[in-house]
């Protein structure tokens, strides 16, 4: 049986809202490197599989949402060791730390347990 949910909760679309903004910002960085468009794609990525009713990723929602927090928490942390130190840099990294406190809400109620079969 699959219990799936008609409305997202404003946790739900806060952590969408936030992954859009970041990934947005990462994809338009076009210029220096490669980097940026994949770490921007990767919670893209991210997003689809811990919020889409796929089987395969329903089954398996405790590790995506890890995965998630793990993936925004390096991004973070790969920042504050070689990140250029800007305007947009702080932006993004208040933005990613937005997202990882919400993730971390959303896991520890646990309300992914109600998009995911049971």
């Known amino acids: 049986m699959m ?3 008609s409305k997202i909760g404003v946790l739900e679309g806060l952590i969408i809202l ?8 990462h994809i338009s960085l076009l210029f220096p490197d490669v980097v940026f468009i994949l770490n921007g794609l990767g919670f893209l990525s991210l997003a689809a599989a811990y919020f889409l009713p796929i089987p395969l990723f329903t089954q398996r929602r405790k ?3 890890w995965a998630y927090m793990g993936y925004t928490l390096v991004t973070i ?8 130190r800007s305007t947009l840099g702080f932006a993004t990294k208040i933005v990613e730390i937005a997202l990882l406190i919400s993730l971390w809400m959303d896991y520890r109620r646990g309300s992914f347990g109600n998009r995911q079969s049971s």
């Open 3 to 5: 219990t799936t949910r």
């Open 18 to 25: 936030l992954t859009l903004a970041t990934a947005a910002i």
């Open 63 to 65: 590790w995506i949402a």
């Open 77 to 84: 942390l790969l920042w504050v060791a070689i990140g250029e």
